[in-house]
């Protein structure tokens, strides 16, 4: 009779490998900040608006502006400055709390010409901060996110 090795197969080390990682993926997005991901959301948003509005002052031939209103406003969110009634964008934020700054100007110049020139938006919600941005020539796209201090 042959003494039975103790021991694991390499599928069964396989297999608890896998669980492992399962598991660590499962808890690793459960503890991922609720308000940087409604932030991302937010900032998604905004630079599909923005685009759209681009678009839309390009094919019109519109100067169009994107301004945030100030946290002390009556009506929190932002407008659409120059596009016809007909476009009916959106003028505030899905998720109470978010703020918005362009930096170094008050508005986003959004055309009609093709090049806009550099521009920068920083959004905030609680702690966190995303920055949008554009080269001029390319679509509005997150440029960095971290916590504000």
Do not use: C, K
């Not at 090795?5 to 490998?17: D, K, N, R, S, Y």
């Not at 998720?95 to 550099?118: D, F, K, M, W, Y």
């Not at 920083?122 to 901060?129: H, K, S, Y």
Request: aromatic share 4%.
């Amino acid at each position: 009779m042959r003494a039975r090795q103790a021991g694991f197969t390499l599928i069964e080390l396989l297999v608890v490998v896998a669980l492992i990682a399962i598991a660590s993926s499962v808890v690793s997005l459960a503890m991922r900040d609720p308000a940087s991901t409604r932030l991302e959301h937010e900032a998604a948003r905004l630079a599909a608006l923005l685009e759209s509005a681009r678009a839309e002052a390009r094919a019109s031939g519109l100067a169009a502006r994107w301004e945030p209103r100030a946290e002390q406003a009556d009506t929190p969110g932002f407008r659409f400055i120059g596009l016809p009634e007909s476009s009916d964008l959106p003028g505030r934020w899905l998720v109470e709390g978010v703020s918005a700054e362009v930096v170094g100007a008050r508005a986003v110049v959004l055309g009609p010409e093709p090049l806009i020139g550099r521009q920068r938006i920083v959004l905030r919600l609680d702690a966190q901060r995303l920055t949008l941005a554009t080269d001029g020539l390319g679509p509005f796209t997150v440029a960095d996110s971290e916590a504000a201090p």
